[in-house]
């Protein structure tokens, strides 16, 4: 192992919960996040040995196989579902109330208007507020440090006006 | 609204998402669930050796790990490695008893779909039916000039970076499933099923015939759809790219999968090709190959200005998970040691050096189910009668022991 690399045990420690979070911000249930997670986390392990910290912080690694793997679960999971619902004529699935009292989430409205953004804002907010930086969301995400601070405002504003939207619409 | 008010309704909603994102975190338990998982999907020697070494330090230092989950690993390690030195053999599909003796023959092999089928090409086999579609069409194309035969061939290229390429499996569909797509596309009536099986299956739609194909183990090839409108439909001078997606969005059949298109056209029949890629998880993808070593996918069939079938694989669900593979060095001995796809050679061996590798994905079936496996492409090319040949050699990459 090189020397520079921190021994797997203690990135997974550090990283299982940003990194569950970030996943949970985009998909509907928990049981889908918790699978995602764990496919990060199997991927990330295998591929460790390979791992250069010295051209990627564990961060940015990370959250590079946390996104690959939350599209190939829209990209999955996206045909599947529409092709379910056209057969049975069913709405999108819930989650179950027993498994929502057993997840930790504070700010789960908040989280849910996170999830319903397009999917480029939804991961710029995402990513942000998962710690990492402007540069580091501008690579994951293809594009420059000023494209990403630009994307992330767009996403923060329309955030904003759907969150203001529902207040009203309970009002 | 003032540019005052924003920023302070910005900045709380900034501060708030902070919150979500640091509070956010999943149900108790899952963590060492999560550890647990992934050390038993380890190869059992890189456990034992670990085990072993992590013995004094477990008790000279906290654990990185709660040792709840400590104990049960050692369970699990110890419970294996007395399956294995009792000489004691479980089925891959041995599903009983306790969970951690059950998983004995996965930790073994170091993979949960058990021993995989080995890919290859298939030269000998083609040309495929014409019922496979548009794709198989296109293979017809492009194989003029490919070489199967023996050669003596030279490494003389530059190996990619490894990746991480995981396995996805497919279970070969029923009727159910083929009905349900037909039902997709708007084509639940009139089903006519040609054998007993269910399969082949044609269906017929307002204006279009759909027709279903299982899997063609000996190519192997996937199941298959084909759309064939009654009449062709007219591109009206479109693009013709933009003619296909619209056709194929009629029927939601643009593919879910990543894919890159090109445009084939040989006289007044054109093939717009949707090439299959799978995502890799440490970004790119790698495409898919069939049995000559030509990617292939879902394509749009145009004759003369008009398009009178699309065709492509049926959506099936596909599990992935991790084998152990083997390195560049290891490939490359493989590819140059490789028998020849056919026996028929060119006499003398032409000396072929081979200049090129891609990591591919190609299909493996067996026992009811559909295995795509990660694989090096290599080709190179020479001269033979004034005539260009490409050579081709799939080296599949999981790791030998873990093929059956």
Redesign the interface.
């Not at chain 1, 057993?102 to 700010?107: D, G, L, N, S, W």
């Given at each position: 192992m090189a020397a520079d690399r921190p021994?797997f045990?203690?990135v997974?420690?550090d990283f299982?919960?940003?990194i569950?979070?970030?996943v949970?911000?985009q998909v509907r249930t928990?049981a889908d996040?918790?699978d995602i997670?764990?496919?990060v986390?199997?991927?990330a392990?295998?591929?460790y040995d390979?791992f250069e910290p010295r051209n990627l912080t564990p961060a940015a690694w990370l959250f590079?196989?946390a996104r690959?793997?939350t599209?190939?679960h829209f990209?999955?999971s996206?045909?599947?579902d529409?092709?379910q619902r056209?057969?049975e004529h069913q709405p999108e699935a819930e989650e179950d109330p027993a498994t929502m009292a057993?997840?930790?989430?504070?700010?789960r409205a908040?989280?849910a208007h996170?999830a319903g953004l397009p999917e480029r804002q939804r991961n710029a907010?995402?990513l942000r507020?998962?710690?990492l930086s402007f540069e580091e969301v501008g690579h994951l995400m293809s594009c420059s440090e000023d494209a990403a601070k630009m994307l992330y405002?767009r996403a923060?504003?329309t955030?904003?006006d759907a969150?203001a939207g529902q207040e009203q619409a309970v009002e | 609204m003032s540019d005052n008010k924003e920023d302070l309704e910005l900045e709380a909603l900034q501060r708030e998402l902070d919150d979500a994102f640091a509070t956010t975190r999943p149900r108790r338990g899952f963590e060492d669930e999560l550890w647990l998982r992934m050390q038993a999907r380890r190869p059992l020697w890189t456990r034992l050796r670990e085990a072993v070494g992590s013995w004094g330090a477990l008790f000279r230092e906290a654990p990185a790990i709660p040792l709840g989950a400590v104990a049960v690993l050692l369970v699990v390690v110890i419970g294996a490695s007395i399956l294995v030195n009792s000489g004691l053999r479980l089925s891959p599909t041995h599903n009983s008893g306790a969970a951690g003796v059950a998983q004995a023959p996965d930790m073994a092999l170091g993979a949960e779909f058990g021993k995989l089928p080995t890919p290859a090409l298939h030269p000998g086999v083609y040309p495929a039916p014409a019922a496979y579609g548009p794709s198989a069409s296109y293979a017809t194309f492009e194989q003029s000039n490919l070489y199967f035969g023996s050669a003596n061939l030279r490494w003389a290229g530059q190996m990619p970076l490894p990746a991480q390429a995981p396995v996805f499996r497919y279970t070969e569909p029923g009727v159910t499933t083929a009905d349900q797509f037909a039902g997709s596309v708007g084509a639940s009536s009139d089903k006519q099923v040609r054998s007993g099986t269910g399969f082949p299956a044609t269906y017929r739609g307002q204006s279009f015939t759909l027709t279903i194909q299982p899997t063609e183990p000996q190519l192997p090839l996937e199941p298959y759809f084909t759309l064939a409108p009654s009449a062709p439909v007219s591109t009206n001078g479109a693009d013709l790219q933009d003619a296909a997606a619209t056709f194929l969005g009629q029927y939601t059949l643009v593919p879910s999968w990543p894919s890159s298109v090109t445009v084939h056209q040989s006289g007044g029949h054109v093939i717009v090709q949707y090439s299959r890629a799978f995502q890799l998880p440490g970004g790119g993808v790698a495409y898919l190959v069939n049995w000559v070593g030509q990617r292939y996918g879902a394509s749009v069939d145009i004759n003369d200005g008009g398009i009178d079938a699309a065709s492509g694989p049926l959506p099936l669900n596909l599990e992935a998970t991790n084998y152990r593979l083997i390195s560049n060095d290891q490939a490359v001995q493989m590819a140059l040691a490789s028998a020849p796809a056919l026996t028929q050679s060119i006499q003398p061996a032409p000396a072929v050096d081979l200049k090129t590798v891609e990591l591919v994905y190609a299909l493996a079936f067996a026992r009811g189910q559909g295995y795509y496996e990660p694989a090096y492409l290599f080709s190179g090319t020479f001269q033979y009668n004034g005539q260009t040949y490409t050579k081709r050699v799939l080296v599949p990459l999981v790791d030998p022991s873990l093929r059956s």
């Open positions: 021994p045990e203690d997974y420690r299982l919960g940003r569950y979070a970030y949970r911000a928990s996040a918790e997670t764990a496919q986390f199997m991927n392990y295998q591929a390979r590079r196989i690959n793997a599209l190939d990209r999955a996206g045909r599947r529409r092709l056209t057969i057993e997840e930790r989430i504070q700010y908040l989280l996170v907010i995402s507020h998962s710690g405002h923060l504003k955030l904003r969150v | -």
